[in-house]
């Protein structure tokens, strides 16, 4: 087991613009192989026969493997030298990539992505080591310019797939994908300093730890529930989109739906500005705004959904909202143990992913039972669980200060 100690990080490698750009260019090209599929999903589900539930259960399994990979391995980042943890990752989702590739039916589909949502969990190790290396007063900046180079990678994973897939097949993504890593792997063992944990743990005390993180840090149980309803509102939609443009009024196909993943290039400049709002303003008040926003999208679909116009502006509600609502999560919790902050890192992760992967396959079921006003309903109801938490917490907190101004006098 390590026992190795961190030394002063910032006297070593501090945290320049290049690396910053180095750590958001890994974030952003490695979280892209969870959504690859979603504008390709009807053109596999074709290419295998399959329904659109199995295209959801599909795009599920990439979610739930990320969710899976969360607990087990980002936790590491706490206990392991984070360079090598991570380098490691990207060699062996760029395999499981290349087993994508080759799939020959849908089981082979849903086993290699889950395996790819397992390894592709580099991102989470990446925000917390730039949280770690950036000074208390810049942190939340940092982690906005960090988040801004996943959710550029998020957007551009959708236009590629969409593109490549359209003109070259789905297949061709996913190869191109597989040497992206190795590529991303060199590059990081150039340029990424190595990093250390703070304390000396062992495997089982990181995660008998955890259950008291969960116990102990109302922030991090609200925060968690908060971005598990935010990303399924996003996940949902973005499932279900694929087959909604496939017919009338719109007739697309996979290019044109990869192409709207630009439309929410507003996210990527959200996350930035949330990031530098949440050193400046209460990062739980302005949750509330993020939440507002993500609901004004999905009433925005369902009234107007089938005219451009009002697609286009509802894709971007929702993504100035979630991510905006994500980059506000990460910074508080972020800013309450610092030794600690992988495994924070991983409740909040696995919770938002696990609403997602949840959100994904019901939404599947919902298009087939009732389209897109009952996608559009389902997504209301996910902000509305999401705001009955948020006001739940806000009355405790109030409570809670009340409480102690009346014990001080």
């Not at 504008?39 to 659109?52: D, E, N, S, W």
């Not at 799939?103 to 290699?112: E, F």
């Not at 789905?170 to 990424?192: D, G, K």
């Not at 930035?272 to 926003?293: E, K, N």
């Amino acid at each position: 087991m390590d026992t190795m100690l961190l030394q002063p990080q910032h006297s070593h490698s501090p945290l320049t613009k290049r690396v910053v750009f180095v750590l958001a260019l890994v974030s952003g090209v490695t979280v892209a192989n969870l959504y690859y599929n979603q504008p390709l999903l009807a053109q596999i589900v074709h290419t295998f026969h399959a329904t659109a539930q199995q295209g959801g259960i599909l795009s599920m399994c990439t979610q739930i493997g990320y969710a899976i990979g969360l607990f087990f391995f980002v936790p590491l980042g706490d206990m392991k030298e984070r360079r090598r943890l991570i380098l490691i990752l990207l060699i062996v989702v760029a395999l499981f990539l290349v087993g994508i590739a080759t799939a020959q039916n849908m089981a082979w589909m849903d086993a290699a992505s889950l395996a790819v949502g397992v390894t592709s969990i580099a991102p989470q190790l990446l925000i917390p080591l730039a949280a770690q290396l950036a000074a208390p007063h810049e942190r939340g900046k940092v982690i906005g310019s960090v988040m801004s180079g996943l959710l550029i990678g998020i957007l551009l994973a959708r236009t590629a797939s969409g593109w490549i897939g359209g003109d070259f097949g789905w297949r061709t993504m996913y190869w191109i994908a597989a040497l992206m890593m190795v590529i991303l792997s060199v590059l990081l063992r150039l340029l990424l300093p190595q990093t250390f944990p703070e304390q000396t743990v062992t495997y089982r005390e990181l995660f008998v730890s955890v259950g008291r993180l969960i116990r102990e840090q109302p922030t991090l149980r609200e925060t968690s529930l908060l971005g598990a309803t935010l990303f399924g509102g996003f996940s949902l939609f973005w499932t279900t989109l694929t087959f909604f443009i496939e017919q009338a009024p719109y007739h697309y196909g996979s290019q044109i739906a990869g192409l709207f993943g630009l439309v929410g290039v507003v996210g990527a400049v959200a996350a930035r500005f949330a990031g530098r709002l949440a050193d400046r303003m209460p990062a739980q008040i302005l949750s509330g705004f993020a939440l507002t926003t993500v609901l004004l999208s999905f009433l925005c679909f369902w009234i107007f959904g089938y005219h451009l116009v009002g697609l286009i502006l509802g894709i971007v509600l929702l993504d100035l909202g979630t991510q905006a609502g994500h980059i506000l999560n990460q910074s508080r919790i972020f800013n309450l143990l610092p030794e600690a902050r992988n495994r924070l890192n991983m409740v909040y992760m696995v919770a938002y992913f696990l609403g997602g992967s949840i959100s994904s396959a019901i939404g599947s079921f919902v298009w087939t039972a009732w389209r897109w006003n009952g996608v559009c309903a389902f997504g209301c109801v996910l902000v509305a669980t999401g705001f009955s938490v948020w006001g739940t917490y806000r009355v405790k907190s109030l409570n809670a200060a009340s409480a102690n101004d009346e014990s001080s006098t």
